[in-house]
T-cell receptor, first 114, second 116 residues
Framework: ETGVTQTPRHLVMGMTNKKSLKCEQHLGHNAMYWYKQSAKKPLELMFVYNFKEQTENNSVPSRFSPECPNSSHLFLHLHTLQPEDSALYLC?????????????FGPGTRLTVL | AQKVTQAQTEISVVEKEDVTLDCVYETRDTTYYLFWYKQPPSGELVFLIR??????QNEISGRYSWNFQKSTSSFNFTITASQVVDSAVYFCALSEARDGNNRLAFGKGNQVVVIP
């Protein structure tokens, strides 16, 4: 595997379900990110992790719970979501969290909340 | 605060035509970085180019070129001799150096459709 991978690619869940999104990067990077991409809206940064430590939480509701066990893996745990949370969730990584670093993105998880 | 504006939503061109995408940004920072990303139908954003705020030299890389004008806060991107594979959404993005976090602010994107 190369680059940034995300599983699952598609997920349909009810509002009472608990599910998790997984992201793995094979680039030796130290920073990882979660973004939300909704229709007709710019990509929204949700969380930033640097060397496994969370450095940014962009006022994300607590029904989204990130976890970063090591620099290569990032999870997004989902619980009691709302239909408006339906979106494409993108994971990214970069060498570190310096502003000059380009971010490398995974293919995303298309989430539908019923 | 940072903000990126991409005014054009969808642009259609016939194959082999050039297409220019406009990006205007706002920042109070003196050191910042500008990026262009491409998002094909597969979904993942692909990094294309980066420019530092202190380097206004415009360059050409293959069929891609960009025009960075600090005086007008613009960072336009041109695809020369477009091909069908260029059909995608293109995002302009900005990050500020003082932020400490690589917090990319994205524009809404330009949907480019290249007609064969």
């Amino acid at each position: 595997e190369t680059g940034v991978t995300q599983t699952p690619r598609h997920l349909v869940m009810g509002m009472t379900n608990k599910k998790s999104l997984k992201c793995e990067q094979h680039l030796g990077h130290n920073a990882m990110y979660w973004y939300k991409q909704s229709a007709k809206k710019p990509l929204e940064l949700m969380f930033v992790y640097n060397f496994k430590e969370q450095t940014e939480n962009n006022s994300v509701p607590s029904r989204f719970s990130p976890e970063c066990p090591n620099s290569s893996h990032l999870f997004l745990h989902l619980h009691t979501l709302q239909p408006e949370d339906s979106a494409l969730y993108l994971c990214a990584s970069s060498q570190d969290k310096g502003a000059y670093n380009e971010q490398f993105f995974g293919p995303g998880t298309r989430l539908t909340v019923l | 605060a940072q903000k990126v504006t991409q005014a054009q939503t969808e642009i259609s061109v016939v194959e082999k035509e050039d297409v220019t995408l406009d990006c205007v940004y706002e920042t109070r920072d003196t050191t910042y970085y500008l990026f262009w990303y491409k998002q094909p139908p597969s979904g993942e954003l692909v990094f294309l180019i980066r420019r530092n705020s202190f380097d206004e030299q415009n360059e050409i890389s293959g069929r891609y070129s960009w025009n960075f004008q600090k005086s007008t806060s613009s960072f336009n991107f041109t695809i020369t001799a477009s091909q069908v594979v260029d059909s995608a959404v293109y995002f302009c993005a900005l990050s500020e150096a003082r932020d400490g976090n690589n917090r990319l602010a994205f524009g809404k994107g330009n949907q480019v459709v290249v007609i064969p």
